[in-house]
């Protein structure tokens, strides 16, 4: 090979690979990962009562599929991202109790904090209420396409409260010296260990006050946060840093990734933490969706069986499929 083609060809292997990671990483940072997410609105319709199952059965592998979609409109809408986590620790001053800061209604806290202020820093618990009043609209309507949707994108919200990085400035440990930890511990844990989580969590449970029970969730959230940056702190001083990584096969592309062997130390010194956090989160968004479903005044969801998607929704979800591959995230990332 002449010499002069050999910086040319290194130069297109070299894009071409970047090309690859790039496809993959846009899936990989999402919050609890797409395989996660998916887990957890799969297994939330198993908790379900008798007078729903039979729908949501039905209609699993759309709820499955579409559970992913709010991590996909990131790339599409520009208020999108403030859904997904509130920065707690933004509230914080002397050492006060962020959670008697903030007020848990939105009004409330609009008028003490502004909204701009509110969605700069992260509107989840007030956005999980806001979609079960939608939800329970849409049952009471009996509108199959809005109960798929909306069913599927408030899994995803519940989802994300449960996760301690999601309720600090400091997401991806950018702050700390921690970079990369958000997928680390949201969706590399879970795509190790998940197999061996026990994914029997009990039966849905209908929830008076889905605001007030929201804000628990995101206070222990919160709470976990100081274990998982300072287990991985401590984790990181004490483990070899040469096996620290791994690279390995992600379809056609080969990827750094933190090793199985740091993921199982740091999964045992977090205590099984990943699991509980995920598994409550199924229990939740099933409870959310039992609660919408009774405040509708529990309408006869057998009814709806033999009804399909609308070509308009349908069209919808494919439209937004097609916009988000290729783009560029829209407000932070986690890799920002």
Known sequence: MPNFIKPISK????????????????????????????????MAVF??????????????EYITEHAVDPDKRRYVLDEEAARHYIDVDHYVHSGEDPFSLIPQKWFDAVDKFTEDTLQKYGIVPWHVNLMVLRLTKAFEEKDVDKILHLSADLGHYVGDSHVPLHTT??????????RGIHGFWESRLPELKSKDYNYFVGRAEYIEHILEDEWETVKGSFGALDSVLGFERVLNEQFPTDQKYSYENRGSTIIKTYSEDYSTAYHNMMNGMVERRLTRSIIKVGSY???A????????????????????????????????????????????
């Not at 908790?47 to 699993?60: A, D, V």
């Not at 400035?169 to 921690?178: M, P, T």
């Not at 609308?310 to 890799?335: C, F, M, T, V, W």
């Open 169 to 178: 400035e400091n997401y991806d440990g950018q702050l700390s010296g921690q």
């Open 11 to 42: 130069y297109f292997l070299s894009l071409i690979f970047l090309v690859f990671i790039t496809s993959l990483f846009q899936e990989e940072v999402n919050s609890w990962g797409f395989f996660g997410h998916k887990k957890i609105n799969r």
């Open 289 to 291: 969706w039992y609660t």
């Open 293 to 336: 479903w009774v405040n509708a005044g529990q309408p006869d969801l057998n009814e709806l069986l033999e009804s399909r998607l609308s070509k308009k929704q349908l069209e919808e979800n494919l439209k937004l499929d097609r916009s988000y591959r290729g783009a560029k995230i829209r407000g932070r990332g986690h890799q920002d």
């Open 47 to 60: 908790t379900l009562p008798p007078e729903m199952i039979q729908f949501y059965k039905k209609n699993i």
